[in-house]
């Protein structure tokens, strides 16, 4: 598989989702990589891998992650533990296109190229800081099932964070190739 930066891609012709800023504050831009399922996998049902491989599609993404509380909003000065107590809520995330013949894809080390308004490449994982996304997905599968959730055709899990959270300003630009797929991009309004 080749891989191109992502500027050498026309911006006339990367899509660019428009993510609405205002109700999130100290956004973090993270590269994931997600799969929307195809089918229903209800509780109660074990879940034989492949069919869940057979039922997943890969979409490279980008969650925003931000957290609930406003800025000055408190009595006192937020901390670490709140956003631990937060968990780095989830304000948004952008699907990139689908792609369904995944299976030769090799997760562990692929190439993410992704920049903030034309920045040096964000960070991303590699090593024993990515895990296969697979697995991910499936021990989730698991253990929404164990607690009696099942799962509906089309939800899309994101698998964790592929690169470094970066922050990310109302006018800003993120723009994201993963391998050789179609990059896109998202922009802050």
């Known amino acids: 598989m080749t891989s191109r930066s992502t500027s050498d891609a026309d911006p006339a012709k990367v899509p660019v989702a428009k993510v609405p800023a205002s109700a999130m504050h100290g956004m973090k ?72 013949d995944w299976g030769d894809i090799p997760f562990e080390t692929l190439e993410i190229d992704a920049h903030l308004d034309g920045s040096p490449a964000i960070q991303a994982y590699g090593g024993a800081y990515r895990r296969d996304p697979f697995a991910i997905l499936g021990e989730t599968i698991a253990d929404l099932h164990a607690r009696g959730i099942g799962i509906e055709a089309g939800c899309v899990f994101l698998t964790g964070s592929s690169t470094l959270p970066t922050p990310i300003r109302r006018g800003q630009t993120l723009t994201v190739r993963m391998g050789s797929f179609a990059p896109f991009s998202l922009e802050l309004v």
Do not use: K, M, W
């Not at 969650?63 to 948004?92: C, L, M, V």
């Open 29 to 100: 831009a993270e590269c994931e990589l997600a799969f929307r399922v195809t089918r229903a996998f209800p509780a109660g049902q074990p879940v034989d891998p492949a069919a869940l491989r057979a039922a997943a599609v890969f979409h490279p993404a980008v969650e925003i992650a931000a957290t609930r509380y406003a800025p000055g909003t408190g009595n006192r000065a937020s901390t670490t533990f709140d956003g631990i107590a937060d968990n780095g809520t989830g304000g948004a995330a952008v699907i990139g296109e689908g792609i369904a």
